[in-house]
């Protein structure tokens, strides 16, 4: 009886210890199984964040079982495809930004070549008004006055070019100098004042101060050019263009206004980028280039332009320069 008892209790304990053997062995298997997995999803995870930044050179090591080598093998392929298209793509910019190159530099080679005999062109009509070659008609002087305004379109086209030419190449310099504003302006409003002879348009400059600035005096005149230029060609059936030179607070701020028929309110948005076709209103050569270049001309200067409609009539547009440029 005795024999028994010790014989069914040894049977228990080793029966017991080969189960706790089983369960310890198939623990053991599960945690080196648990752990290869780790080791290979966290290199897993550090070759789909390094793809995410450009590097798609690197490879996934093959899996621990079949369904993780072939997610290995599907992502390896996945790489190397995004591979192959990101040098086809790569490629294709380079050829792109070649030909670009080569357009832009035809039209500002052209655009050179037929500058001297614009200008050339528009002192002759200047001769003609200003009776060199004799007295003219009114028929005449209508015809010339409507020439040299069609003349004074293409100076602008060419120069709207040169300067397109200039921001695409990343060429535009700025070279600061401490200038009396009020004289800039005065100065810009003598030089389009055959235009708004012609055009019988006024300018009034109003300021209530002088003011010095440290700008670009050519680039600034390119731009209040292009907004003067655009307020007298669009302020339709009036004859009065204001600017205003103040101070507002931390900034120094130029407003051209004009009594036309002011911007469409989905057009403000807009109206500064580069072909937009809605913006062709307010871009004096038509093709949505004058007020594309005046912004990059005044981002350049840490300012801004800002487009508007004035509470009765027409259209303003603010040059907003900081005051500690």
Same mark, same amino acid.
């Given at each position: 009886?005795?024999?028994?008892? %010790?014989?069914?209790?040894?049977?228990?304990?080793?029966?017991?210890?080969?189960?706790?053997?089983?369960?310890?062995?198939?623990?053991?298997?599960?945690?080196?199984?648990?752990?290869?997995?780790?080791?290979?999803?966290?290199?897993?995870?550090?070759? %789909? =964040?390094?793809?995410?930044?450009?590097?798609?050179?690197?490879?996934?090591?093959?899996?621990?079982?079949?369904? +993780? %080598?072939?997610?290995?093998?599907? =992502?390896?392929?996945?790489?190397?495809?995004?591979?192959?298209?990101?040098?086809?793509?790569?490629?294709?910019?380079? #050829?792109?930004?070649? =030909?670009?190159?080569? #357009?832009?530099?035809?039209?500002?080679?052209?655009?050179?070549?037929?500058?001297?005999?614009?200008?050339?062109?528009?002192?002759?009509?200047?001769?003609?008004?200003?009776?060199?070659?004799?007295?003219?008609?009114?028929?005449?002087?209508?015809?010339?006055?409507?020439?040299?305004?069609?003349?004074?379109?293409?100076?602008?086209?060419?120069?709207?070019?040169?300067?397109?030419?200039?921001?695409?190449?990343?060429?535009?310099?700025?070279?600061?100098?401490?200038?009396?504003?009020?004289?800039?302006?005065?100065? +810009?409003?003598?030089?389009?004042?055959?235009?708004?002879?012609?055009?019988?348009?006024?300018?009034?400059?109003?300021?209530?101060?002088?003011?010095?600035?440290?700008?670009?005096?050519?680039?600034?005149?390119?731009?209040?050019?292009?907004?003067?230029?655009?307020?007298?060609?669009?302020?339709?059936?009036?004859?009065?263009? =204001?600017?205003?030179?103040?101070?507002?607070?931390?900034?120094?701020?130029?407003?051209?206004?004009?009594?036309?028929?002011?911007?469409?309110?989905?057009?403000?948005?807009?109206?500064? +980028?580069?072909?937009?076709?809605?913006?062709?209103?307010?871009?004096?050569?038509?093709?949505?280039?004058?007020?594309?270049?005046?912004?990059?001309?005044?981002?350049?200067?840490?300012?801004?332009?800002?487009?508007?409609?004035?509470?009765?009539?027409?259209?303003?547009?603010?040059?907003?320069?900081?005051? #500690?440029?």
């Amino acid at each position: 009886m005795n024999i028994a008892i %010790i014989f069914l209790a040894t049977f228990l304990i080793l029966s017991i210890m080969l189960i706790a053997a089983i369960v310890l062995l198939k623990y053991a298997n599960l945690c080196l199984k648990y752990k290869k997995l780790s080791k290979y999803l966290y290199n897993y995870v550090n070759i %789909i =964040t390094s793809a995410r930044y450009g590097n798609l050179n690197s490879k996934c090591e093959d899996g621990i079982d079949a369904l +993780t %080598i072939q997610l290995s093998r599907n =992502t390896n392929a996945l790489l190397e495809s995004i591979f192959d298209r990101d040098m086809m793509i790569g490629e294709y910019i380079e #050829k792109e930004k070649q =030909t670009q190159n080569i #357009k832009q530099d035809f039209i500002s080679s052209l655009a050179h070549d037929l500058k001297v005999p614009i200008i050339a062109q528009d002192n002759t009509y200047d001769l003609f008004l200003n009776g060199n070659f004799g007295e003219l008609s009114d028929i005449q002087r209508s015809a010339i006055k409507n020439l040299k305004i069609s003349n004074n379109d293409l100076k602008n086209l060419i120069a709207d070019l040169l300067d397109i030419h200039k921001l695409d190449k990343q060429e535009l310099q700025v070279n600061l100098e401490n200038v009396n504003l009020n004289n800039l302006i005065q100065e +810009t409003i003598r030089q389009n004042q055959s235009i708004l002879t012609i055009k019988e348009k006024n300018i009034d400059f109003k300021f209530a101060k002088e003011i010095n600035y440290p700008l670009d005096s050519f680039l600034i005149k390119r731009v209040l050019n292009n907004l003067i230029s655009n307020a007298i060609f669009y302020g339709k059936n009036t004859k009065n263009i =204001t600017i205003i030179l103040e101070e507002e607070k931390e900034n120094i701020v130029i407003s051209v206004l004009d009594e036309g028929d002011g911007i469409k309110e989905e057009d403000i948005n807009n109206i500064f +980028t580069k072909y937009y076709t809605s913006a062709k209103k307010y871009s004096n050569i038509g093709v949505g280039l004058g007020l594309y270049i005046a912004n990059k001309i005044i981002l350049a200067h840490n300012g801004k332009i800002i487009a508007k409609n004035n509470k009765d009539k027409g259209a303003c547009f603010s040059i907003v320069l900081p005051y #500690k440029n």
